[in-house]
């Protein structure tokens, strides 16, 4: 193998409270394939634009070509080689293909009004899409394009820029089996050339069919590299777990009850050719585990009737119950507390009161109006139960730490008797100390009787606060857990598509 | 009332001042209650505007609707001879069926709130136009309504003072705005739409039709206005009556504090735009501005408040974000020392 030419030492970056590298280091070669892999919230991406520039490492050293520097810029990056393909791909589908390839560096004319050359933008064009055997042409509309050939366009712009590195964050997410194939067959055609890869991806398979090495992340820290010949995926999983879980559990004070929500056949937007059948009981606390994009989201808004259901059926308390829209499901008890709180959960320039009384302001009615005196006493209660901190419940929602913000959305739907409550992320964002807290709630409203469906992808969470695990892969629910098999090591087989 | 419109309250009484000096006859009986006339006909449709501004919309025809719904009004009492309360039901009810359709089109079809509304100016012109063969429609010789004259253009003494009725009208229905908008369940949705339509859906509030029935309740309102228009005008040439006044509904929502992006706005600011407005206008005519440069004015002191009100919100957010540096490095300390 010959000398890397990119070199990360001793890496580290905090954000308040959060360490998302610790002391990580890496090392690329020319042609050299670098699968990276770990959990959800391993640091993988944080890496990553730490290489690409957009995030500035809190300690360590980044060695380019021998010039050691604490920290690059974007431009360095670009100029260093390092190009990124991203998950959302940063292109415009107004444009064609070459003036996306050449944004920004477009050909000109001589003369004062510096008209472009087509002529010369498409003819360097020509040679990228040659190289990387692409079936469209240079001056294809990009709206045209598939997927999976944007995600070429997008590799073109960095072959442009003479990238020697590319980065891919989890390139296969949204491609087919023969798309999948033929971006392999893109990246052995780039190493063939000398070009360097790191691609982050979920698929072991893939990192067993393409990477010369596998570098895997856990907790911000590096745990270990496989190489070719080492690589397989009981070797991949076992670096990727292993970490001491804090018991967090609590047992319910009674043993689950009957079924209250079923879910039978659902078929969501996403995974149109799937279905999903689970059920969650009365007093407990169904986890919803799986990697980011199994479709575990998707299945939440199905339910509570932000997205139209694509088939199947839900079921309350064994009756089949139409959500056509989220005021359906608040009526029949069946409350989400949504992943993007900021986007979908809170007003944020309103009061904390105004928030929590928003979808229930019907029983705040005297003579028509909002009664704002019992709107204020009920969010002080709902303040004193759940230990919000906010000088007033007049506060703004948006001042407030993202823990605080997350008891304000929970708040919402307490004062409102849930049958069934779906959370969707509970704790991302949220301190530590927030978090203990809504665990605590989470399982006081268990044991009043509420059935709770808590999606998560933090392991410590889904493993610490849940009776039940369900884990989905790729709109499917790919197995079940009881407590007894709950393990780092079966959820992940089951996130990943194994059977346990 | 709040802060934004204290000032706004301030600004009118210092224009009014500065005018009042220089020109006494600003203070004149007769010149205050026409400008008060004007206030509470431009107030009605103003408030119709706000209402669709308050949800992140807005309504471009409201011009075109009050031509064309006049026009309509006039035919129906003078030349069809139909009873006047009827002809007055009917054309309300025909604002409330253009409002519903422009909410229609805006949530059902998903097309962009200025377009449909753009579209919406251009036809109801056009049709006001073609329906009179652009000639004028007014009242003929002889052709008299006594009750529907003296309550919509009437005036009443008040202590010596004539009240026009379309102020009344303008209080009654600002009153009645007020306690939906500040007060009711429906005014928390249309404000929670307008601030962010998807958590207001994760909330369990049908957007789509709160949308919808803030265009309707524009529609219901312009229509309103329209008839107080073709009473007091008592002719109308449909090519340019009511001609540009959605701009002048606005404008006074915006000097009322609505954000265009929806969610933002208040009643008695809104109102007190409408009365700004009007004070400029009679502003050029007393300080004796060349007419033609009515519009230039009106906008250069609408381009300054909002100048001003956004450099205090800046300086404002400055200040704070200072301060929670402040408080971030102070909590900071202890861990890095």
């Known amino acids: ?500 | 009332m709040n802060k934004k419109d204290l000032s706004l309250l301030v600004l009118i009484l210092v224009v009014g001042a500065v005018v009042a000096f220089i020109n006494p006859r600003f203070l004149y009986v007769g010149n205050l209650s026409n400008t008060l006339n004007q206030v509470g006909m431009f107030g009605i449709f103003s408030i119709a505007e706000a209402f669709v501004i308050i949800i992140g919309g807005i309504e471009l025809s409201v011009g075109s609707v009050i031509a064309l719904l006049g026009v309509l009004f006039i035919d129906l009492i003078v030349n069809h001879d139909v009873n006047w309360m009827l002809a007055f039901a009917a054309i309300i009810a025909s604002g409330l069926v253009i409002g519903l359709v422009h909410g229609a089109l805006v949530t059902r079809m998903h097309i962009q709130p200025f377009v449909v509304t753009l579209c919406g100016l251009l036809i109801y012109r056009g049709a006001a136009r073609y329906y009179t063969e652009d000639a004028t429609a007014g009242f003929g010789f002889g052709a008299s309504f006594p009750t529907l004259e003296w309550l919509t253009a009437g005036r009443t003494n008040l202590l010596g003072f004539p009240v026009p009725h379309s102020v009344v009208a303008l209080i009654v229905v600002a009153a009645i705005a007020w306690v939906l908008l500040h007060r009711s369940v429906f005014g928390r949705y249309l404000y929670a739409v307008g601030k962010n339509e998807e958590a207001a859906r994760y909330s369990g509030i049908r957007s789509e039709r709160v949308m919808v029935s803030a265009y309707v309740i524009c529609g219901g309102l312009t229509a309103f206005a329209a008839i107080l228009f073709a009473m007091y005008t008592r002719s109308i040439s449909p090519a340019v009556h009511g001609s540009f006044y959605e701009l002048y509904a606005i404008a006074a929502a915006v000097l009322g504090g609505c954000s265009l992006r929806g969610g933002e706005g208040s009643i008695v600011g809104v109102v007190l735009g409408t009365v700004l407005l009007q004070v400029l206008q009679n502003l050029v005519n007393l300080l004796g501005i060349p007419s033609s440069l009515n519009f230039a004015v009106m906008g250069a002191v609408i381009l300054i408040g909002v100048l001003a009100d956004q450099y205090l919100v800046q300086r404002r957010q400055r200040v704070s974000v200072a301060k929670g540096r402040e408080q971030a490095t102070l909590a900071a300390a202890p861990l890095e020392g």
């Open chain 1, 1 to 500: 193998m010959t000398e890397p030419f990119l070199e990360l030492v001793d890496i580290s970056k905090s954000y308040p409270g959060v360490v998302a590298l610790d002391h990580v280091g890496l090392a690329v070669s020319p042609g050299e394939v670098i699968a990276l892999i770990g959990e959800n919230g391993a640091g993988k991406s944080t890496l990553m634009k730490v290489l690409g520039g957009v995030v500035e490492p809190s300690g360590g050293r980044i060695r380019v070509d021998g010039v050691e520097r604490s920290a690059l810029t974007v431009a360095e990056a670009i100029t260093a080689g390092i190009a990124f393909v991203h998950q959302e791909l940063n292109l415009f589908d107004n444009l064609d293909v070459a003036g996306n390839v050449f944004i920004g560096r477009e050909p000109v004319h001589g003369g004062p009004l510096r008209l472009i050359d087509r002529k010369e933008l498409y003819a360097r064009t020509q040679p990228l899409l040659d190289r990387l055997g692409a079936d469209f042409a240079p001056d294809a509309p990009l709206a045209e394009l598939s997927l999976a050939q944007r995600q070429l366009v997008e590799i073109m712009k960095a072959l442009s820029l003479d990238a020697r590195l590319v980065i891919m964050d989890e390139p296969t997410s949204s491609l087919t089996l023969s798309e999948t194939d033929r971006l392999m067959r893109v990246i052995a055609a780039l190493k063939a050339h000398g070009v360097s890869i790191i691609f982050i991806t979920h698929r072991l398979n893939e990192v067993m069919q393409c990477a010369d090495r596998a570098v895997v992340l856990r907790d911000g820290r590096m745990v270990g590299a496989l190489t070719r010949a080492e690589l397989s995926p009981a070797a991949m999983i076992r670096l990727m777990i292993g970490r001491d879980l804090k018991s967090l559990y609590v047992p319910p004070a009674a043993p689950p009850g009957e079924a209250v929500l079923d879910i039978v056949e659902v078929v969501t937007e996403t995974y149109p050719e799937r279905t999903v059948s689970l059920s969650v009981r009365r007093g407990e606390i169904l986890g919803l585990a799986g990697l980011v994009g199994s479709g575990r989201t998707e299945l939440a808004r199905a339910i509570f009737g932000v997205d139209l259901l694509r088939g199947g059926a839900i079921k309350l308390n064994g009756e089949a119950i139409r959500v056509t829209n989220p005021r359906a499901a608040i009526d029949q008890g069946i409350y989400l507390i949504p992943e993007d709180r900021k986007a979908c959960g809170l007003l944020l320039d309103v009061s904390i009161a105004e928030n929590i009384s928003l979808p229930d302001l019907a029983s705040y009615l005297r003579f028509f109006l909002v009664n704002t005196a019992q709107e204020t006493k009920n969010a002080r209660a709902q303040r004193e139960q759940l230990k919000i901190r906010a000088p007033d419940v007049a506060t703004t929602v948006g001042s407030l730490s993202g823990g605080n913000q997350q008891k304000v959305v929970l708040a919402k739907w307490l004062s409102m008797r849930p049958k069934v409550l779906i959370f969707d992320e509970p704790t991302r964002g949220v301190d530590v100390g927030a978090k203990q807290e809504i665990y605590e709630m989470l399982r006081r409203l268990t044991d009043a009787g509420v059935a709770i469906l808590m999606i998560s992808s933090d392991m410590e969470e889904v493993i610490g606060v849940s009776d039940r695990i369900a884990v989905m892969h790729e709109g499917a629910i790919s197995g079940f857990l009881d407590r007894s098999q709950f393990s780092e090591h079966n959820v992940l087989q089951l996130a990943v598509g194994h059977a346990v």
